[in-house]
């Protein structure tokens, strides 16, 4: 199993590329089964999530192709991919596959769109906490499927053949559970209205890709959206948005660091809860051209709270990553975890390299110290993951990340990004 090694102490300066959001991507794959002409993807990150869902469609009977050649973008990471299901092979979505994902239940709403029936084996993913799917079954429940669980399946089916326009009310924010029953509703009869929806970025995205295949949408970006469904959707051609969590993990990376980093290509528009902490906490962070730059001046970050919430507020895919900035800031800095309950696995490895960490139910007590020690850690989930190679960036000696497939899952090309701009960061093999 590969492992990353780190030797800190070095400054980050210089241009750091910001690839295509793979939580907004994986939706957008989706896409692909509610028409039966192509969907083209420009900008699709390179990650293991994405072969997973490629595979996952495969045997749904997407054709998934690799236009990157015959289209190369040198201004954008990433893929070209072109994904055709001129007819659907399979409505079932196996456990091999489910299992080492959480996004593929997105299939589910699609198929029970375009071929009534669907059977989606209970997702897995990173373990940070229940995560349960009832959001999106109690959802497609309202819209006419007939839905039950068996021997760790969704077996869902349309009775009536088609899905029916229905108001839904979601009795708590659910990104997973919008993006499924938008696309469902897309094909629906009727309309639609989706009540305290997500509005993530990825969820406006996913709303643009289906308004080019002909969706007929309003409200993305609010808490409530009105689908009109329509007969049959075509073929479009959309763009991935950047990813706001590689642009913050980054962003706090330069800061860790010390450095002056321009993460080109990054919105700062989709990360306005994470800069207003920055800057609290004494990080310069200015817009520019083409993205933004990221400047601090070695040990000049200072101590501040921050409190996970639904967007637009700071995203609980960043809290693990600023737990890490705050290890070594000036004072003290109070984090609250209030969407994942099991979230807080990285404090332990964080610990062992030196932090001063205090856990008390859904909240820790950062008080940061002079500096931290490289050790031997263990990744735990994706973002844990990436919190303990910043962690690295900054501490005395070498620093090893065991289980780093985690990272393969969510971060493109990582080890090359950071050394490019100084960092003293490699790979290190099964063989080595």
Do not use: W
């Not at 089964?33 to 009977?61: K, N, Y």
């Not at 760790?152 to 326009?165: N, Q």
């Amino acid at each position: 199993m590969d492992r990353i090694r780190i030797r800190g102490g070095n400054r980050l300066t210089g241009r750091l590329p910001i690839s295509g959001s793979k939580n907004a991507a994986l939706p957008l794959m989706a896409t692909a089964l509610l028409t039966d002409e192509p969907v083209t993807l420009t900008g699709v990150p390179r990650l293991a999530d994405i072969r997973t869902m490629s595979a996952l469609l495969g045997q749904h009977g997407v054709e998934i192709v690799d236009r990157s050649v015959q289209e190369p973008d040198e201004d954008r990471l990433g893929a070209v991919l072109e994904l055709a299901a001129p007819k659907i092979l399979s409505t079932t979505a196996p456990y091999d596959i489910v299992r080492k994902m959480r996004a593929s239940v997105l299939v589910l709403g699609p198929l029970l769109a375009r071929c009534g029936k669907a059977e989606v084996s209970l997702p897995g993913g990173c373990a940070i906490g229940t995560r349960p799917v009832d959001l999106h079954i109690s959802g497609l429940e309202a819209m006419g499927a007939e839905v039950s669980i068996d021997q760790g399946y969704i077996h869902a089916s349309v009775p009536a053949g088609r899905l029916k326009g229905a108001r839904v009310v979601f009795p708590k924010v659910s990104v997973g559970a919008t993006e499924n029953l938008l696309m469902a509703a897309a094909l629906a009869d009727g309309e639609t209205v989706l009540v305290n929806a997500a509005r993530e970025p990825e969820i406006v995205d996913l709303g643009l890709c289906l308004q080019a295949m002909g969706a007929r949408i309003e409200g993305l970006g609010t808490d409530t959206i009105h689908v009109q469904g329509v007969d049959r959707l075509s073929a479009a051609r959309h763009p991935v948005i950047p990813d706001r969590i590689e642009t913050g993990t980054y962003a706090m990376a330069a800061a860790i660091a010390g450095g002056d980093v321009l993460l080109q290509g990054a919105r700062i528009d989709t990360l306005q809860a994470m800069v207003d902490i920055l800057r609290r906490a004494g990080i310069a962070v200015t817009e520019e051209p083409d993205g933004f730059r990221v400047a601090c001046a070695p040990g000049s970050v200072k101590g501040v709270d921050a409190m996970t919430e639904p967007y637009p507020g700071f995203p609980t895919d960043l809290q693990a990553q600023f737990m890490a900035l705050m290890c070594t800031a000036s004072g003290a800095s109070m984090i609250t975890e209030t969407i994942f309950e099991n979230r807080f696995m990285h404090v332990p490895e964080l610990m062992r390299m030196g932090a001063d960490i205090t856990v008390h139910q859904s909240s820790v007590l950062v008080r940061g110290v002079e500096s931290l020690t490289g050790a031997q850690v263990m990744a735990t989930d994706l973002r844990a993951s990436v919190s303990l190679v910043l962690a690295g960036l900054m501490a005395r000696g070498e620093t090893i990340v065991n289980r780093v497939y985690h990272l393969d899952r969510g971060y493109e090309e990582l080890e090359r990004k950071l050394s490019a701009c100084g960092a003293d960061i490699e790979r290190i093999a099964d063989d080595e």
